[in-house]
Nanobody, 120 residues
Protein backbone atom coordinates (compact mmCIF):
# COMPACT_ATOMS: atom_id res chain seq x y z
CA UNK A 1 0.00 0.00 0.00
CA UNK A 2 1.28 3.43 -0.93
CA UNK A 3 0.11 6.47 0.95
CA UNK A 4 0.51 10.12 -0.01
CA UNK A 5 -0.44 12.85 2.45
CA UNK A 6 -1.14 16.41 1.38
CA UNK A 7 -3.02 19.53 2.39
CA UNK A 8 -0.85 20.97 5.12
CA UNK A 9 -0.09 24.65 5.38
CA UNK A 10 -0.11 27.75 7.54
CA UNK A 11 -3.38 28.77 9.19
CA UNK A 12 -4.38 31.13 11.98
CA UNK A 13 -5.75 29.82 15.25
CA UNK A 14 -9.45 29.08 14.91
CA UNK A 15 -9.08 28.28 11.23
CA UNK A 16 -9.55 25.07 9.29
CA UNK A 17 -7.55 22.78 7.04
CA UNK A 18 -8.34 19.52 5.29
CA UNK A 19 -5.64 16.92 4.91
CA UNK A 20 -5.83 14.20 2.28
CA UNK A 21 -4.27 10.76 2.22
CA UNK A 22 -4.34 9.23 -1.24
CA UNK A 23 -3.88 5.47 -1.24
CA UNK A 24 -2.96 2.98 -3.93
CA UNK A 25 -1.70 -0.55 -4.34
CA UNK A 26 -4.48 -2.77 -3.04
CA UNK A 27 -8.05 -3.01 -1.87
CA UNK A 28 -8.51 -1.47 1.55
CA UNK A 29 -11.62 -3.39 2.57
CA UNK A 30 -9.79 -5.14 5.41
CA UNK A 31 -7.67 -2.16 6.29
CA UNK A 32 -7.75 0.87 8.47
CA UNK A 33 -6.18 4.25 7.84
CA UNK A 34 -4.97 6.52 10.59
CA UNK A 35 -3.53 9.96 11.06
CA UNK A 36 -0.66 10.61 13.40
CA UNK A 37 1.31 13.74 14.17
CA UNK A 38 4.68 14.70 15.57
CA UNK A 39 5.11 18.14 17.06
CA UNK A 40 8.58 19.69 17.43
CA UNK A 41 10.40 18.05 20.31
CA UNK A 42 7.59 15.60 21.03
CA UNK A 43 6.81 11.96 20.41
CA UNK A 44 4.57 10.92 17.56
CA UNK A 45 0.95 10.67 18.67
CA UNK A 46 -2.24 9.16 17.35
CA UNK A 47 -4.83 11.59 16.01
CA UNK A 48 -7.64 9.67 14.33
CA UNK A 49 -8.40 6.46 12.46
CA UNK A 50 -11.09 4.97 10.27
CA UNK A 51 -11.82 1.37 9.36
CA UNK A 52 -12.37 1.23 5.62
CA UNK A 53 -15.27 -1.20 5.43
CA UNK A 54 -17.22 -0.41 8.60
CA UNK A 55 -16.48 3.33 8.63
CA UNK A 56 -15.99 3.16 12.38
CA UNK A 57 -13.79 5.95 13.66
CA UNK A 58 -11.62 6.71 16.65
CA UNK A 59 -10.16 10.00 17.84
CA UNK A 60 -7.60 11.21 20.30
CA UNK A 61 -9.22 13.12 23.15
CA UNK A 62 -7.28 16.25 22.17
CA UNK A 63 -9.04 16.49 18.79
CA UNK A 64 -12.52 15.13 19.53
CA UNK A 65 -15.20 17.53 18.39
CA UNK A 66 -12.76 19.48 16.22
CA UNK A 67 -11.37 16.95 13.74
CA UNK A 68 -13.32 14.58 11.51
CA UNK A 69 -11.89 11.63 9.60
CA UNK A 70 -13.67 10.31 6.54
CA UNK A 71 -12.97 8.35 3.40
CA UNK A 72 -13.97 8.44 -0.25
CA UNK A 73 -14.15 4.90 -1.58
CA UNK A 74 -14.19 5.98 -5.23
CA UNK A 75 -11.03 8.05 -4.80
CA UNK A 76 -9.31 5.67 -2.35
CA UNK A 77 -8.64 8.73 -0.25
CA UNK A 78 -8.95 9.46 3.45
CA UNK A 79 -9.52 12.99 4.70
CA UNK A 80 -8.89 14.70 7.99
CA UNK A 81 -11.01 17.81 8.36
CA UNK A 82 -9.47 19.98 11.06
CA UNK A 83 -11.55 22.82 12.50
CA UNK A 84 -10.98 25.22 15.37
CA UNK A 85 -7.27 24.73 15.03
CA UNK A 86 -5.02 25.64 17.94
CA UNK A 87 -1.32 26.46 18.02
CA UNK A 88 -0.75 23.15 19.81
CA UNK A 89 -2.01 21.36 16.70
CA UNK A 90 1.17 22.46 14.92
CA UNK A 91 2.96 19.31 13.79
CA UNK A 92 3.94 17.16 10.88
CA UNK A 93 0.94 14.97 10.11
CA UNK A 94 1.37 11.47 8.73
CA UNK A 95 -1.15 9.01 7.38
CA UNK A 96 -0.63 5.31 7.91
CA UNK A 97 -2.44 2.14 6.96
CA UNK A 98 -2.61 -1.49 7.86
CA UNK A 99 -4.75 -4.55 8.48
CA UNK A 100 -7.70 -3.86 10.75
CA UNK A 101 -7.88 -6.52 13.45
CA UNK A 102 -10.75 -6.75 15.90
CA UNK A 103 -9.31 -4.33 18.43
CA UNK A 104 -6.42 -2.68 16.67
CA UNK A 105 -4.98 -1.63 13.33
CA UNK A 106 -1.51 -2.78 12.44
CA UNK A 107 0.07 0.26 10.84
CA UNK A 108 2.63 -1.22 8.47
CA UNK A 109 2.49 1.40 5.75
CA UNK A 110 3.34 5.05 6.18
CA UNK A 111 3.16 8.07 3.94
CA UNK A 112 5.39 11.09 4.01
CA UNK A 113 4.34 13.85 6.34
CA UNK A 114 2.62 17.14 5.65
CA UNK A 115 3.35 20.14 7.83
CA UNK A 116 0.55 21.98 9.60
CA UNK A 117 1.44 25.25 11.27
CA UNK A 118 -1.13 27.10 13.36
CA UNK A 119 -0.24 30.66 14.26
CA UNK A 120 -1.61 32.39 17.36
Amino acid sequence: VQLQASGGGLVQAGGSLRLSCATSGRSLNSYGIGWFRRAPGKEREFVAAIRWSSLSTKYADSVKGRFTISRDNAKNTVYLQMNSLKPEDTAVYYCAGGYAYYTTISYNYWGQGTLVTVSS
